[in-house]
Each structure stands twice: as C-alpha cells, then as structure tokens.
C-alpha cells in the first residue's frame, strides 16, 4: 500500500429519487489518479464497488441517474415489483429494504422513464466505472450474484425475473473478474497523466474482494472456512469444503441470508446484518471508538462491570436487517460509563455476528477482517462465544485492495501475517443465553 484516498458518500438529489453521486465521484477519481500518476508507475486499475447499485447507459453517457439503495421505493411500486419476483430457492436472493435488490432499482426506474428500455445497457456499479475509464462494457458475476434478483447463482445464469423483463439482454456482456477489458481512452489518459496503455481491469463486488484477500492466507486458502468483513455491512461468506457440505435449503430468506457468488462463479453461503452502522447509532458517529488500540484496555476492563449489570443491547437498530430484521433495538441497564457501554455495543455485535455465523453453518475457521477487527472486546467475545472454531483477524486494512491485487498475481503475498484471537478468560454463555431469549421474545412480538 503505498497511498490511499477516501471521500465521503454524497447524496444527489434528481426530484424523483436519491441518486449516487456519479458526477463527483468521477471528478475526485480524476484528481486521485493524477496525484497517483506522480506517486509511481501505474500499469492496472482494478474497479471495486459495492453490490447494490447499476449504471443505465445509452451510447456514451448515463441514462438516468443511478439509484441510492438507501432511497426508500413507494410501498404501492414494491408491492407490483414484489409480485414478479423469483423464488429465494432459485436466486438465492432475498427479499431486502429499498433498493438492496438491484431488481427493484431498475424497476422503479423504468417506471419513471418507460423509455429507459430503449437503447440502453445495464452495468453493474464496479463495471461502469472500468467502462468509463476504457470504453467497454461488462458485467460480472459477483456483482450481478449478491441480492440483486438477476442472477441464478446455482445455475450460474440471468434469472428468470431478468429475462422476462427484458433485463437479461440489456446486461453488457459477462465477463471474468480479473480479465482486462482494454487501456485508459485517450481522453483519460490526457485527464489523469497515466500512461495510455494502462490496463482497465473488469473488476468486482467488495466483499468478494475481500474474499479473494482472505483466501491469500495459508491458514484460510481452500479450506472450509468463513470470512466476515465489517465495516457499514458486516458480511459472512462461507467457503464450504465441498459441493456436499452446502446446504443452502437451510438459509433462511428471512434472516437476512442470502447466496453470493465468488470470482470464479461458486456459490457462497452467506448472511449479513448493518453492523457498522448500528455502531454508529448506538455510540455516535466516532466509531472508531470501539476499536482503536489506545482504547482496548479500558474496554476490555470494563467488561466485568457489563456482565455484572446485564448492561446488554437488544436487536435490531437497522430495523429490516440482519438475523432478528423484526426487532426494535432497545438497551438492558444501559451504562452510563462510555467506556462501558462500548464494551456492550462490541458484545451486542458479537452476538449478532454470532448468529449469522449459525445461519450459514460456518465450521473450521473464522477470518474476521476489515476495520472492526481490531476490536478486542469484539472479536475475543467471538472466539469465547465460537470455541469450535480457529478465529483469525487479518490487521491489514488494504485487505479489498489485496483481493483485487490477487486477480492480477494469485500468489502475491499478503502483507502481514493473521493473528490467532485468543478467547476471553470469562464465561459468556449466561449472557449470550439471556440475551437469546430477550432477542426472540422482541422478535416474535414484533
């Protein structure tokens, strides 16, 4: 890693609905890649981006602004676009809030614009912005195989949603995550400084990245195991052993379960809840509170003063989502220590965690990576709570980057080393047993 550059989410709003800031975003990317262009020799870009989103195109500009998932779809629309929806068992996709379901985007899109259907090109969100950068358009299966209702994950084809609406043959042409779609264009190439013969990767879904960093590891590589990855989204992707350990009857559509699709177009079994951003409403906006080094020992000190008082949180404070979707999050004997009642937000996501964990039958081992892995409480509260498991977190906070960078040089190595979590020295089976019951009586009464 030699730099990196972040800029906050931005919302645009188009009169109709919340839009993706595609127009800033691109400009900040220009500004990135010149700056980059003096800092080293650039040969590759490899685009990443989140799964719930597409870029409608129509010769050589958007169509429409692209939807924000957060943007709530009128309840009468969702009802109509529900109506035509695949079963769960063939898409492994459930039914999710908002715009989650990428289905739903294009479906509330075209019924703002009946002529959206005519001469136009659907890119999933990591493609259009290697279409932008080199002229071709493609799709990709691990963008077009997480809950976006247009992909058949275990018969590795378009759904039949997608192909009844027309969908299927507007998607621009499928091609592999790490094949190289052409170079910069011209105009690029003058915008930025990189050079013209710049590679311009396909590209993928985030957590698939993060998948393929995770299989970098000797101890995770092609055994069973599961990676989850936190940051907004907490994500749990379960590598089986075999064909025949996966079970996918078993996820539940209504737990937030879904199936993902790797770079290679296997089927993962996988469960998710907003856990960052549950974080955030729990503690305030400065999340790093929770896992910073300098605040672990207090945390961690703390937690005798939780399990004393039953200071517990109840789920769920990202209504919709996650494993208990019904419930409305509330405290248990709320602290009134900050130091405290971080240490009972970073039990609460353990526990969550938890049971997404048991949703997708993880055995083995447990990678846990992406920000929140450096919270000690966390993830020592995981490993107590999951002493079957070898639980694992990689310190690395490059870890998409080095999935997208393994798609160039499988055998590239990771840049450090994975730290075997050691479990707390205490009992957290009453705690975990009382806060079950309490979370199943608010889910069945919700």
Not at 274 to 288: N, Q, V
Not at 309 to 337: I, K
Not at 354 to 374: H, W
Request: contains cysteine; charged residues 25%.
């Amino acid at each position: 890693m030699i730099e990196r550059r972040v800029r906050a989410n931005a919302r645009v709003a188009t009169g109709s609905y919340a839009a993706l800031d595609a127009e800033g975003i691109e400009a900040w990317m220009a500004e990135v890649l010149r700056d980059f262009a003096r800092l080293a020799d650039v040969g590759a870009i490899i685009p990443v981006g989140h799964g719930a989103a597409a870029a409608i195109i129509r010769g050589d500009r958007l169509a429409c602004p692209p939807l924000d998932y957060e943007d709530a779809m009128p309840e009468s629309l969702r009802a109509l676009y529900d109506a035509e929806r695949d079963a769960f068992s063939d898409t492994g996709s459930p039914s999710l809030p908002d715009g989650l379901n990428l289905g739903a985007q294009i479906f509330r899109l075209e019924s703002l614009d009946t002529n959206l259907v005519n001469g136009t090109q659907i890119l999933p969100w990591a493609q259009y912005w290697s279409w932008l950068l080199c002229g071709v358009a493609a799709s990709e299966v691990t963008s077009l195989g997480c809950h976006t209702d247009l992909w058949t994950p275990l018969a590795g084809k378009a759904s039949a949603l997608a192909e009844r609406r027309g969908w299927a043959a507007r998607l621009a042409p499928l091609r592999g995550a790490g094949e190289v779609l052409g170079t910069l264009t011209p105009a690029w190439a003058q915008r930025t400084g990189l050079p013209v013969d710049t590679e311009v990767y396909c590209g993928l879904h985030d957590s698939n990245a993060a998948l393929i960093a995770a299989r970098g590891f000797a101890e995770i590589a092609d055994s069973e195991s599961t990676v989850l990855s936190t940051g907004t989204w907490f994500v749990a992707m379960r590598s089986p052993r075999d064909a025949a350990s996966m079970d996918t009857s078993r996820l539940d559509e209504a737990r937030d379960c879904l199936i993902n699709v790797d770079a290679f177009g296997k089927p993962i079994p996988s469960a998710r809840f907003m856990g960052g951003r549950e974080i955030e409403t729990l503690i305030g906006l400065d999340t790093r509170r929770i896992d910073i080094a300098p605040d672990q020992p207090a945390l961690l000190a703390a937690l005798p003063e939780v399990l004393d008082n039953g200071a517990m949180v109840l789920p769920s404070f990202a209504p919709g989502f996650g494993p208990f979707p019904h419930g409305r999050g509330r405290w248990v004997a709320e602290p009134a220590d900050h130091a405290t009642r971080r240490t009972a937000v970073s039990l609460y996501a353990a526990l969550v965690a938890e049971a997404s964990l048991d949703l997708i039958g993880t055995q083995e081992r447990l990678l846990i990576e992406g920000r929140f892995a450096e919270g000690q409480v966390f993830v020592r509260a995981l490993a107590t709570l999951r002493p079957d498991l070898r639980v694992y977190v990689g310190k690395a906070h490059n870890d998409v980057s080095y999935g997208a960078l393994r798609l160039l040089d499988a055998a590239l190595p990771p840049a450090e080393a994975l730290e075997l979590v050691e479990p707390l020295d205490v009992d957290l089976a009453p705690y975990r047993d009382r806060w079950r019951a309490e979370a199943g009586r608010m889910e069945e009464t919700a």
